[in-house]
């Protein structure tokens, strides 16, 4: 059936589904070591370090990883990462006496670099599969591959939840580590080689070289998912097990729901965006405005003591929603605004910047609930928001952002 669709489409269906595969595996990970080692007795803060090398290293990735991507193609980054997710997987199989903080942040820097190197070449394959004039389909495609991406990240949490109470921590990593092998033996033949390669050979010195747009998205990108890590990560999970008694179980599907949700919103964002660049450039400054009210209302509204789990489903409601819009906003603006020549540079450093909001949230994640709980973590999400909407205001016309 694949063979009988256009190669363009066949190939996006092939990337997304990679990528699918990929994140499943990612969220539930994510999922098993937060409930996991809080079980076990690791603070809020101890947990979040677990994760600082996995953002770390993504931080690393996506800036040389875009300079990877330019010189053996797109599809190549894309396989390795599948292979790294593996790797990273048979790490946390070993007995649970050598399961120690050292060892876990290792394989947890393995997946990092696995998960961006991932996420990298398959954005940056978007770009070259639609032509330039094409702006509304290259926002649909974009927007559909983020969404997507994200809903599966949501199963993965209650995949994480639910294997964890089920099978334990050992076998569900092994089941997903199967599974995943699978799908990238599959990939190794299937996957066209040569896509993305730059016709130039990018140095070194080019990563940071970049124009006006790349920078200001980048730095709104920064703040944006900075602000959701740092209340979403760490802090909401610990909350809702160590405030409201939630079982593993109910915090895996609770916080899976919403990251579906949050992908449903995404993949249909152009419908309440506009599907062209003008639109989107427009649209990206309100979207961030009213965003930044959301953290803030949740935030007053539980110091006024408000029943808290309704209060907090609420205002994760409203908080998703708000992101997924200007989340979907900023993944089709970097690739609008990227050279087609050479795209992986552009993608991989604005990624760069993603991963670099990541970890700081993460590590003020654990740091400022375990200090001041969770109304302080949702009192920094807002001000990281303001920062990005002053950031996004900047972003100049498409025809300033070439000349």
């Known amino acids: 059936m694949l063979g009988q669709l256009a190669p363009a489409v066949r190939q996006y269906l092939i990337v997304t589904g990679n990528y699918w595969a990929f994140t499943l595996t990612d969220g539930a990970l994510r999922m098993l070591v937060v409930l996991h080692f809080h079980q076990l007795g690791y603070s809020a803060l101890e947990v979040a370090m677990l994760f600082v090398f996995y953002e770390f290293f993504g ?32 790490m946390l199989l070993v007995p649970p006496t050598m399961l120690t903080v050292v060892w876990v942040m290792l394989a947890q820097a393995l997946s990092g670099i696995a998960k961006d190197l991932n996420k990298m070449s398959a954005k940056s394959t978007i770009k070259l599969l639609v032509d330039d004039s094409q702006q509304g389909q290259l926002y649909k495609w974009v927007a559909l591959l983020t969404g997507s991406k994200n809903t599966l990240k ?42 993305g390669k730059a016709s130039f050979k990018p140095k070194f010195r080019q990563l940071l070289s970049k124009s006006r747009p790349i920078n200001v998205l980048s730095a709104a990108r920064f703040m944006l998912f900075g602000a959701r890590d740092v209340w979403f990560v760490v802090a909401l999970p610990v909350f809702l097990a160590a405030q409201l008694n939630w079982s593993h179980w109910q915090v895996g599907s609770f916080l899976a729901l919403w990251v579906i949700g949050y992908g449903v919103v995404q993949a249909v964002a152009p419908r309440f965006t506009g599907a062209n660049l003008a639109a989107a450039r427009q649209q990206i400054v309100i979207w961030a405005g009213l965003l930044c009210a959301a953290p803030l209302g949740l935030a007053i509204a539980l110091w006024q003591q408000w029943p808290i789990a309704e209060t907090v489903m609420i205002g994760l409601a409203i908080f998703g929603i708000l992101f997924a819009l200007n989340s979907s906003l900023h993944s089709y603006l970097i690739v609008a605004y990227s050279r087609h020549d050479g795209v992986s540079l552009d993608v991989g450093f604005y990624y760069m910047a993603n991963a670099g909001g990541r970890l700081l949230g993460t590590i003020l994640s654990g740091w400022v609930y375990q200090q001041w709980g969770i109304m302080a973590c949702l009192l920094v999400s807002t001000v990281m928001l303001v920062l990005a909407a002053l950031a996004v205001s900047l972003l100049p016309e498409r025809e300033q952002a070439i000349q």
């Open 59 to 90: 931080v690393v990735t996506n800036l040389f990883g875009g300079w990877l991507g330019a010189h053996w193609g797109l599809n190549r980054t894309m396989n390795i990462g599948l292979g790294l997710q593996i790797a990273a997987l048979a």
């Open 154 to 195: 949501g199963i993965g949490f209650f995949l994480g939840g639910l294997l964890l109470t089920l099978v334990g921590f050992t076998w569900a990593i092994a089941s997903m580590a199967i599974m995943l092998t699978l799908v990238w033996l599959i990939s190794l033949v299937v996957l066209t080689k040569d896509v």
